[in-house]
């Protein structure tokens, strides 16, 4: 089913959405991405009402990339699309909870974590105002190579530095809101 311009697949308690190439994204990639989540709602600890970690992400088709990037962004933010986590050189495959919220990240994986919207290090999760739930995307770029970016990079460096390394891409979403 189309929404919002993306491919949006239920599948049991998962919300997911797979980016194709048939018309689904504007992402430069050769092939597509399986992203899911644990839930379509963000629980408590996954947002700043809770302990503010990252969740798991499950990935898959990355197979023959060097590395994963993820954006994870809100664009229902009332100021525009706000960057809520930004990490590249992640190893292809599946994305373990809880990352550290620091730039170089050695365990439970290796990876490099940018500067989000609140002006710091790794994942910050949903905080929108009181209303109407917002929309959080998790935005993943499966890459032909490591990026030479420093910890730190903003949203803007991570997709310069990605411009024609993309083979895949996939996405999904879920949603939080406060009252």
């Known amino acids: 089913m189309m929404e919002g311009g993306a491919c949006v697949r239920l599948s049991g ?19 597509r991405l399986s992203v899911e989540l644990d839930f379509s709602e963000f629980p408590a600890e996954h947002t700043c009402d809770g302990a503010d970690v990252s969740p798991e992400l499950r990935i898959g088709g990355a197979e ?25 050189n992640l190893a292809p495959g599946d994305v373990p909870a809880n990352l550290p919220k620091q730039g170089m990240v050695e365990a439970p994986v290796r990876a490099v974590q940018g500067l989000n919207d609140f002006g710091r290090v790794g994942y910050a999760g949903p905080c929108p105002p009181p209303g109407k739930p917002h929309r959080y995307f998790f935005r993943v770029y499966a890459l032909d190579t490591l990026l030479e970016l420093e910890p730190g990079a903003s949203r803007e460096e991570l997709e310069s530095a990605m411009k024609g390394h993309v083979l895949a891409y996939g996405e999904a979403v879920a ?3 406060r009252v």
């Open 13 to 31: 308690a998962f919300l997911v959405v797979v980016a194709a190439l048939a018309g689904c994204t504007a992402a430069p990639a050769k092939g």
């Open 64 to 88: 023959g990339a060097e590395a994963l990037a993820i954006i994870m962004d809100d664009p229902d933010a009332p100021g525009g699309t706000f960057t809520h986590w930004v990490v590249w």
């Open 175 to 177: 949603t939080y809101g």
